[in-house]
């Protein structure tokens, strides 16, 4: 398995602002994705962070909105941009391993 | 896009009764994963399902990969408080394509 932390686990913010949330995880990975949770609902996957190519975005989701870096094969971040209320969700990453996708703790956000 | 049709979306039960929760897909998967949610949590991962017809344990948990390749289901047997949560089905098709997630199923155990 893959252990992933992320950063931070939880923050409130203001409308308008930006949050970079961190993603690490303990051994190399090809490819690492990022998630969105809005509350009660499932998962939706924002974007696959692809190590020295740019990021592959799902549709309805933009890199105006949601910059990603991933700089190296075991970190990678995500930006929620300009901020508003209905940014408010849990944010995760995850890593796919030849045992399955495994999933950080995920970062709560709340905007004000 | 792919969409699973997880069923129930939650459920009411005694301590010690068994569960089952299943997913369907309208397409084929060459993996089903399930994982459980608790709150403030992200999902971890208890059952991987590689071959269709496989079925596999981790403890009170059970878990099949439908011989068409587009169901699976998960038992819980003698259920105890701990194992209150949100069940996710997932499924992929090849490896490092993202995951299809199922809606969940809400499960409630009534000590």
């Known amino acids: 398995s893959a252990v992933i932390s992320q950063k931070p686990s939880r923050d409130i913010c203001q409308r308008g602002t930006s949050l970079t949330i961190q993603c690490q995880v303990d051994s190399q990975v090809t490819m690492m994705f990022w998630y969105r949770q809005q509350p009660g609902q499932s998962l939706t996957l924002i974007a696959t962070?692809?190590?020295?190519?740019?990021?592959?975005?799902e549709s309805g989701f933009v890199i105006d909105k949601f910059p990603i870096s991933r700089p190296n094969l075991t970190f990678s971040t995500l930006t929620v941009s300009n901020m508003s209320p209905e940014d408010s969700s849990i944010y995760l990453c995850s890593a796919p391993t030849g045992f399955g996708e495994f999933f950080g703790p995920g970062t709560r956000l709340t905007v004000l | 896009g792919q969409q699973l049709n997880q069923s129930p979306q939650s459920m009411f039960i005694q301590e010690g009764e068994d569960v089952s929760m299943n997913c369907t897909s309208s397409s084929i998967f060459n993996t089903w994963l399930w994982y459980k949610q608790d709150p403030g949590e992200g999902p971890v991962l208890l059952i991987a399902?590689?071959?269709?017809?496989e079925l596999t344990s981790n403890g009170r948990l059970t878990a099949q990969f439908g011989i068409t390749r587009k169901d699976s289901f998960l038992n819980i047997s003698a259920s105890i408080p701990s194992d209150v949560g949100i069940y996710f089905c997932?499924?992929?098709?090849?490896?490092?394509?993202?995951?299809?997630f199922g809606k969940g199923t809400r499960l409630s155990v009534i000590a």
């Open positions: 962070a692809n190590q020295g190519s740019e990021a592959t975005y």
């Open positions: 399902l590689y071959k269709a017809g």
């Open positions: 997932a499924g992929f098709y090849s490896g490092n394509t993202p995951l299809v």
